[in-house]
Every structure is written in C-alpha cells, then in structure tokens.
C-alpha cells in the first residue's frame, strides 16, 4: 500500500521547513521527511544559538557560483525584509549585531519552532527518522522506497543541505539524487572553514594561539576587512572564514595587520622617537602579538635609529603578510558547502530541473554558497519559497 502526496520535501532543515509549509500554504498534501529525528540542527546551533537568519545587506554580490546570475531572481522575490515581516508578525523580536547580520534577542528555536508550527497549521505530514532507500521516476511522479513504507508523489524536492558538519547529520544524499538523474554537479570543497598551517609557519606564531587581530585579508582583488584568530592549527576568525570561500590549495593569502592605517606614515611621524619598535607596535596590537611581529620582522630598534629599508620591511610584513595555508579543517569544521547542483541544471524562476519539472533542488545543496553573516539562510528562505510558490 502506499501513501500519496502532491508534494515530498526530503530534509527537514531550513530550506524544507519553509518550502513544506509554503507549499502547504497553497493546498498542496505535502510530506517532510528526514533520515535524523531532531528538526533543522543547522538553525539551532547557528549564531551561538541565537541564529544569525539573514543579512540587511543581501545582495547578489555575496554570493558565489559557477553561474552568478542564478540567484538574483530568488533573492529579489524574497527578501530579509520578508523573512522579518514573518518574525514581526509572531512577535519573534531580533537585533542587528555587526554588518548588517540580524539574530533573534532568544534563542534560535524560535525560528525552528516557528517554521515547525507553520508547517502543522498548514497540515504537513512529518516523518522523521526514515531512510529514503530509493527513488524510481514514473508516469505518475515519484516512488520512494524508505525502510518503512512507500510512497508516491508527483513532485520531489531535494531540500538535504551539503556536507558541512556531518555529526548534525549532514551527507552527500542530495548530491547523489542529482547524479542519479544525471545532473552536473560542481566539484564542492568546505566553505567558511578555519584554514590550518604547516609546521613551519605555525611555529613562527606558537605563543600567539588564541590571539584576535583585526586584518584585511585578500587573495587577489577579494578582501574581507574583519577579524582574525590565530588557533593551534593556524588561522580562523571572521576574515579567514570568509576568504576560504576563495581559498585553493597552494594559494596564498595575503594579511593587512593595519587595514585603517598607515605605518610608513605614522613611523615617519615619530621619526625621532628612541621608542623601541616593540613598544610602538604596542600601540596597535597585543604586547605579545607586538613582540611576535618585531621577531618575525626580524628587527627591534628605537624608531629613530630606523634605515628607509628596515621601514619598507616593517612595511611589507604590516601591510603584506604572506601566509601559504596548507589545507582546512574540512567538512566537520566547515560552516556551509561550496558547490553542488549545477544551477544551470535549475530554472532561477522555479528551483526546477530544467528538463525535469517535478523535481526540485533547493538551499545548500545548490551550487549558491553565501558570504558569512546571515546569508546562506537568506539563501535558503529565498530558493525555498520560490520552489514552493511554484508547485
């Protein structure tokens, strides 16, 4: 015997949550189904537990993709704005914290709970804890074969994420639906992940493990002014976060350690200063992080006794720290999952498969991978109702 829908939605993180009760909205009989048994880990973990679910600031610009053009029509027709309308009208209060990131004043199960009840006032069967085993095409739509039942339905989203943080359950399922139905799929990599050091260079920063310093972080004409943090392993923070997006191996990034000053400029102005360069540095950085760079520069004199080139060298080590990482902490520290369905595959209008219009690819799972601070969520909101307003 089987159980039929309009509609089944595998994955029951933000992207499924939305889009289930988005099509339910529109009376559609609608089923989510997950292979984990809790709702939407990501939301729950995300911001500190506050969730960080979007950014005043979304624009096409922080996104990346093989096809940039993909996500403009999603994000136009759902905006932040949108998504705040849904929280102001149950009274779910937020806040903006830095570069435009808004996170809710409680607890991120706000959202969960409130996409959750969204869903069961909307009348959306839930199945948590099933296993999809296969899925066959045919004259009717789709047969899928869990380890408890059957099911039929005539529409198919694919809402499973991507492979970052796996022990939330993360997978490469959806990846393998594509390939099944014989999608590209664009080679993925961890994105927003801690990039790690090797042994030499590590060493050259031992005492500083745990020290934050704001930078200008680039590789090539990409840059990210923000914060940064060395690990045990290498470098993390906001800015090295960001720039991993860019990162492959053997490339190299490039660290303004005074990305709002001058220090050929200001050193000039304190030319006849018996000052040691350790303790002017002081000035900027840590003590230690002072002492840390007078070593690595290799020189720590009074600022009078300075020639023109140990300047340009203090220069070049301030303004143009050249640092090789040697790889990332991967999936399980990777905050989203660059690559995936080739949205050349997708219609931009729909989240539809171009020559298969009854199955749908929606949220991380999709060659669009957001900038840090709220918009892959914004991401998945945006594909997610599109998709849903479209079944």
Known sequence: MQNKYDVVIIGAGAAGLMCAHTAAARNKKVALLDHSNK????????????CNFTNINTSPSQYISNNPAFCISPLSRYTPNHFCELLDKYNITYHEKTLGQLFCDGKSEQIIDLLDFLCKQNNVVRKMGVKVEQIEQNSSGFCLITDTEIIQTEVLVIASGGLSIPYIGASGFGYAIAKQFKLNIVPTKPALVPLTLGVEQLESFANLSGTSFFSRTSIGRTSFTENSLITHRGLSGPAILQISSYWDKDMAI?????PTDD???LLEMNRKSNKLLNNFLHQFFSEKFALSLCDLIGINKSISQLSNKEIAKIKQTIHGLTITPNGTLGYKKAEVTKGGVDTRELSSKTMAVKNNSNLFFIGEVVDVTGHLGGYNFQWAWASAVVCGNSI
């Open 254 to 258: 490039t660290l303004d350690l005074l």
């Open 39 to 50: 709702l939407a880990e990501k939301i729950r973990i995300s911001g500190g537990g506050r």
């Open 263 to 265: 220090i050929c400029y």
